[in-house]
């Protein structure tokens, strides 16, 4: 990892760079949401045309929250459990294994595209030895053979389910809930979803329309997952990520927008952070 590295990435690839903007963003901040500085370091090892994905200010803070939130609820687990196994999902770009710092007795394994994690590899903090790297779409069966059995698993996806077709994300989710819930010891999975509104609104989301990127996966009913062997524990909606410490933060725009999402029901749920049981 030395010096400015070229990336190419296209559609949904792309995206990944825009949420480390966010975040990098966030980090430079006097008092960050979640003070990502190690975002702020990778994008400075990252020559690319960033700025065309259009990351402004307001839509940092947003990018910073849901990532805390989702930290927030990964944190519990990682107290309770110190020899837990973290299968990180569609990790492309994030941090999260040098935010959340697990035990020594952790083991993390982030899973991504090959050419996702040549890029990680090439502008992200070394791994160490307790941090794995499997280059493999997240749909595959065969990646799963490499990641340890008997011990209690966190699940954690961010940015990943709503670019999935319902079909194989509902069979990711179906395999990972045998093998870690039903034969297995038990555990967690923590990820964000859009509803099908927020499927069909998708052009209105700056970072996805730039990149060209297509979202494919709409979640209207968490409890509808539960049939593939999951249990419901938490729902967050917007309400919950726009904490009153944040809350003078937001600009007017972002304002007015809490304020209607949280006036309309189906605006309140287009985007939500959801916790299971494995």
Partial sequence: MTGV???????????MLGTLAGRALDAGLDEPVLGDRWAAEALSRVDADVDRLGV?????????????????????????HPDAVVLHLGC?????????????EVDWYEVDQPDVMDVRARVLPPADEHQHAVAADVTGREWLDEVPY????????EGLTMYLRPETGAALLTRLSDRF???GPGGEAVFDTY?????RLQVLNRVVRRSRAVLGWGIDDPHALEALGMTLLQVAGVEDMVTEDVRDRLSPKMRRQLKVALAVPA???????LRYRL
């Fill in 5 to 15: 590295q070229r990336v190419s990435l296209q559609g949904e690839q792309l995206t």
């Fill in 56 to 80: 402004d200010a307001d839509l940092a803070l947003s990018i910073a929250l849901r990532a805390r939130l989702v930290d927030r609820w990964c944190r519990p687990f990682l107290d309770e």
């Fill in 92 to 104: 492309g770009l994030d941090t999260r294994y040098q935010r959340l710092r697990p035990g020594p």
């Fill in 150 to 157: 008997g011990r209690p698993t966190l699940v954690v996806a």
């Fill in 181 to 183: 819930g039903r034969q």
């Fill in 195 to 199: 509803s099908t509104l927020g499927i």
């Fill in 267 to 273: 605006f309140r749920t287009m985007g939500r952070v």
